[in-house]
């Protein structure tokens, strides 16, 4: 079984920077892509940023130059540095990745840390 743990969220003032970590760990076969999303109250979940075992990255519009996200394969963690953070990204954020054992690949989610960005 693999889990998935983030860290690093909390409370932070508009323009001001947090860095988000997501460790997996257990029976780890491969990890393939990994990645953030968002789930702010009253709306659906949305993809913030994504990095493929090979390091190329997707990033939703709204967070382009402000937010990087990076991994570690051989601690099979993945970051997520934000940067001139808004009130609008304010949300739980929680963490993906696909697991592959063979043929078969399944996606693990963490359990979601509180950033709250204050105007």
């Known amino acids: 079984q693999v889990q998935l743990v983030e860290s690093g969220g909390g409370l932070v003032q508009a323009g001001g920077s947090l860095r988000l970590s997501c460790a997996a760990s257990g029976r780890i076969s491969r990890i393939n892509g990994m990645g953030w999303y968002r789930q702010a109250p009253g709306k659906q979940r949305e993809l913030v940023a994504t990095?493929?075992?090979?390091?190329?990255?997707n990033y939703a519009d709204s967070v382009k130059g402000r937010f990087t996200i990076s991994r570690d394969n051989a601690k099979n963690t993945v970051y997520l540095q934000m940067n001139s953070l808004r009130p609008e990204d304010t949300a739980v954020y929680y963490c993906?990745?696909?697991?592959?054992?063979?043929?078969?690949?399944?996606?693990?989610w963490g359990q979601g840390t509180q950033v709250t960005v204050s105007s």
């Open positions: 990095i493929t075992s090979g390091g190329s990255t």
């Open positions: 993906n990745a696909d697991h592959q054992q063979w043929l078969h690949t399944t996606a693990i």
